[in-house]
Each structure stands twice: as C-alpha cells, then as structure tokens.
C-alpha cells in the first residue's frame, strides 16, 4: 500500500535563502504540502528564489497530481513575465527528481498578480498551468481552509488544452516522440542524413521543433528551412542555397563578410555555398549543421506550386549540390528532409535523369501513439483540466484513431465539452461514445484534412481505402496486387495495419468518414440490401424537402394562400382529407398525407419559389424527383438491376447534394 503524503517541511529544507515574508509563507504552504528543497535560480541577471513541494493525499486525489510541483517567488511589487523563464531553468537543474511540467505555482508581491497572469496565459496555449498567489494572499496565518484548492481549482478547468492547432514549439505537452527525436539527433551527430514523412497533423513539425531543442540544449546547431515559405521555393535552385546560407548567418547573429546573393550564379551557386558554410562553422567554431527541410513538397518535381521546381530541373540541380558537397564534406552538415509525400526519395529518375537523393536518405514514417503514450498524455493534460481516462477508454481512443496524436486531442477536447461542469470527472465509455459518434458526424473536417496527401498525391490508395471500408475487400486486393507501393504507403501511413488474413484500418475514426462518404457506392448488394439502402435514402430527404417546401411556402405566400396552393395541386379524390388538417399537420411527419409525387408538384408548379434554392434547371429536379419515385415502397416487389440501382444513385445524390447545400 502506498505510504500516504503528510503535509509539512523536510528535515533537510534550509531556510536561509529566503526574506522573512518568504519563510512565513513557506511556513504556510506546508500546512497543506510537503515542502522537499528549496534554492535560487538565475534568470538572466536576476536571482529568484523558489522551493519544491511533493502533493500531499487531498491534492493526488482531487487533482490527479503524482509528481512534485516548482514554486517560485516573485519578490517585485509588479509582475515582469520574464519570472516565468524561471520554471524551465529550474527543471534542467532538477532533471533528476519527479517534477511536474505541465503545473507550477507563482507567489508575487503583485496584488493583482491573478488577472495578470490569467490574461497573459490565454495568449499562450502552450503555457503550462501557473498557479498564482500574492504575497499577501498566503502570508496570512487565517485562510479559507479551501483558500488554496479553490485557487487550483479555478486554474486547472479554466482553459482546453486539448485544443492545440499549431505544431508545438515548447517541450511542456509534447508526447510520445521523445525516442524519434533522439534517433533523428543521434543520426545527425552521426553524419548520417535522415527522411520524416506522414500524414497532415501527425507532429512532424513539433518533432523538428524537438530535435531543434534537444540540439540547443548539446551546444549543437541546426537551421529550419521552410519549404513553404514563397521566399523560399519561389527561388531558383542556385538561390535557394544562398537562401540557406543567409538564415544560417541570422539565426546565429554571423557577422563575416560572405558571398552576396548576385554571386550565387548556375555556375558558382554550390561552390560558394561549401566555402561559405566552411567560413561560418571554421570562423565561428560551430558544429556541423543539420539542415532540416520542412514541407519538401513545396521544392519537389511535379508538385511544387512553383513551376521551375515542378516542371523544370531546379530539383536535381539542388540536390546535386548538396549530394557532392556532403560525400566530400560530410562534417559540414546533414540534412533532414520532412514532409507529407515521400515522392521525392522514392522515385529513381526524373525527367530522364537520375534523382540524386533516389535511395540515399534513410527515412521513417512518423508512427501512431501507443496504448502508454495515449494514456500518458490524456490524463496529463487531462489532470489539468479535471478529467480522468482509465486505461479501457485510453485504448478505445488509440484504435479508434490509430494514435493518431492530433485525432485524439480533439475528440478529448469534444469530451470535455460534453462532460458536466462538475469537476474532477471520469471519463466513462458512455461519455466516450456518445462524444465519438458528433466527433464522426459533425468533425469530419478534421479526418478530411488528414486525408488529403492521398486525395491530393495518391488518388489510388484513396480509391483503395473506399473499397475496404464498405466492404469490397475483392477490389481492394486487386490493387493491391499491382503495386506493393500501394499498401506500402497506407502501412507506412499508419492507416491501415496488415494480418494473417488480410489488411483492416487503424485508424477506425477514417473508416468511419468514408463508410459515410462513400457508403452508398457498392453496386454488388443483394436485393435485401438494395431496398435497405432505397427505404433508408428516401426516409432521409423525403422529411428535407418537406421542411423546405414548407418554410419556403409561408415566406412566400404566408400560411394561408400556402394552404390553398397545396389543396389545388392535390388529386380531388384526396383533397378531402387534405382540408381536415392544418398547415402545419399537413407536413408534420406524424401527420402528413403528402407523398414524394406530391412533393414533386409542389415543386415543379412553383418553381419560381424554388428555382435559387436548387440552382439548376426546372427539369433536371422534375426528372430526378420522378426517378426517385420510381422505387418508392410500394414499388419494391420487383427486382431492381445494377443498372436501376446506379440511375437511383445519381438522382438521389444529386438531390442530397442541392438539400443538404441549402440547408447547411
């Protein structure tokens, strides 16, 4: 059984680097905490002071904290933001004891230290949580007995951290790639040069921003090169390298007289950029530089949005360049190239020519989360936020989104939306799926982003990833039968895994969007499932266009002259029954005796209510509508052929389509 924590101060704590206020606070604090060690930090030419503090049993239970928190002191009567660099030269000194990272505590003698800081920290989404408290506020020796857990309370569930949009630059929520990266320096350091591919949003960018950091922290050097950045891939191949150059001179503040862009001709551009680098890392005694080229698709043949790297040899020239240079000089730099479509490393020859970096970069795909990282990083953040995933839900989440990092934040920022506002809360499976059935529904967006380096680079994979999700295993082996580059790129991918028996998705939340998408595609049904999908099309844009003729009419013609223009279009032996109901029964869906041919009529008869909610001619709708009504139910004793099925299809889609588009 676990030994429980008691609050209170070590024997080895020593007061003596603190002012009086800061010791009766300290005092304070450890009625509630166990105070372990305290010292002083250095941030640029000021020292501050700050002591550590393990949770006791009430903070581990309410808030899920496990390791040990930094407390700083801001001794000056107004807040100065840069205290706060202070927490991250606390933990590089203490990397040896169980800190926590993602939550610290801030004691100031700002009496407004509280809005101060909350209204900082919304503008910094990867801020870790910072607990503020005056000076004032804990140097009392009365206090709401809750005074604390309140403070904490109000700061843990006050912000979603789930919601990070953009790769992330700090170390504070980065998970589960902590190995890649050092395999990535480890290879640099090496002289070996490295590839890092994957689909949209799978953390490249934060991995670079990783290797970046863990190289600082070495005394190492890198340079990041945005391949998107126009600057960059809107020069030629000869300027590009003068390009590198020139961000390598900024980013460590050169000032040595080199090359000036004009001179970076055809003929001299790689021979002035070996003997400029030489000059930078000889002059100013820096280690050999990793080049990492992130978003390698905008500088690549046949997809670049510049035309003298689409279209024109800019590629190989480039790449020859630094192909020579590094064979001669190979402690002079390494390159990491990054991006979504490993095109440019995969193909032997381009335009006739060979590709230079054909087969001589190493490279990996970057690879889902696993069950650990998963629950490592939900509940982290989760902490924070008063949420608690147990292990079952961290694995339906690993599978149901393939550890797909940016996939299953955002479900957990839906579920946190959905949880009561009482906190802390468990995370159960009810929750989870009610959470994950709007995530498929009504964030596609998100699974469509991610996609669309197969949509985009891969329209055959793409076809092959519809076929195994509604079912036609046959067509999808067929491919794959052709290529091994086909499966390679989806396994490679991580969207789908293979097994003894064949190949199934990984990431179930991407079968679950084409399944919607595309679900309506197989041809090869039997008549059982043909009815199934006719009833269940029709029960689904009958009550839509009903809606639509109904709202459409009142705005027009108002409730009453609406009402007799129903009436006259009705057949006279059932208008009768039409007039015993009121306008709203008559397309109440419990109530209503209107059928899909009525609604037809309404429409055709009235066009000019109707014409700019369509937006196509009068007589495409007139012979969609009837051709839908041609497999009406009571239509369904005779079998319907492929033929009729696929006439079905395209009327119906396109009437789908024109409802849907209005009514978004």
Known sequence: MKEKVKPGISSLFEFHHYSPDEQ??????????????????????????????????????????????????SPDDVFLPRILDSFDNIYDKFQRLRLEK???????????????????????????????????????????????????????????????????????????????????????????????????????????????????????????????NPSFHQRRWNKALFYIINEIKQKYVISSTLSKEDDYTDENAASLFEKDLKK?????????????????????????????WSSGLDFIFFWQSLRSIFQRENNLFTYLIVGTNPISVETASIKGKDNPIFNQVPFNYIFGFKVDDTKEMVNRIGTIMGLSFDDIICSKLTDDFGGHPYLIRHMCSLINRNVLKKRPAHVNKLIYEDSKKTFINKYSSYTEMILTVLIDFYKDEYEMLKYLAIGENRTFFEFSNLSPNYTNHLLGYGIIEKHDDGYCFKIEAVKDYLMGKHKYVNLDLSQEDILK?????????????????????????????????????????????FKLLSYDEIFDSKTTPLYFEDLRKIIIEHWDVFSNIFEIEKRYIDSMMKEVNKYRPDAHAKTIDKNELDNFRKSITQLEQLVDKFLE
């Open 102 to 228: 993602i939550c610290t505590i801030l004691i100031s003698k700002d009496k407004n230290i509280v809005s101060k800081l909350q209204k900082l920290l919304t503008n910094d989404i990867e801020a870790q949580a910072v607990i503020p408290f005056s000076y004032e506020e804990l140097i009392k020796d009365e206090r709401d007995p809750y005074f604390m857990r309140d403070r904490f309370q109000s700061c843990f569930y006050s912000r979603d951290l789930f919601a990070f949009e953009s790769p992330l630059r700090k170390d504070t929520f980065f998970f589960g790639r902590n190995d890649l990266v050092l395999n990535l320096v480890n290879r640099h350091r090496s002289f070996e040069n490295s590839g890092l591919f994957g689909l949209r949003k799978t953390g490249k960018t934060s991995v670079i921003f990783g290797v970046e950091r863990v190289l600082q922290k070495m005394n190492e050097n890198s340079i990041r090169i945005d391949c998107q």
């Open 24 to 73: 009766k606070i300290i005092k304070n604090v450890s009625s509630e905490w166990l105070v372990t060690s305290g010292d002083k930090i250095a941030v640029g030419k000021r020292k501050y002071s700050f002591f550590i503090v393990k949770p006791t049993d009430i903070y581990i239970e309410t808030f899920n904290l496990q390791k040990e928190l930094i407390v700083v002191f």
């Open 533 to 577: 999908e006719i009833s269940e099309r029709r029960n689904r844009l009958e009550p839509l266009i009903r809606h639509i003729i109904r709202t459409q009419f009142i705005a027009n013609y108002g409730k009453k002259k609406a009402l007799n223009n129903i009436l006259n279009i009705i057949d006279t032996n059932r208008r009768d029954k």
């Open 280 to 308: 930078i890392i000889n002059n100013f005694k820096l280690k050999s530089i990793l080049i990492i080229f992130d978003e390698i698709e905008n500088i690549t043949f046949e997809i670049s949005p510049s035309s003298h």
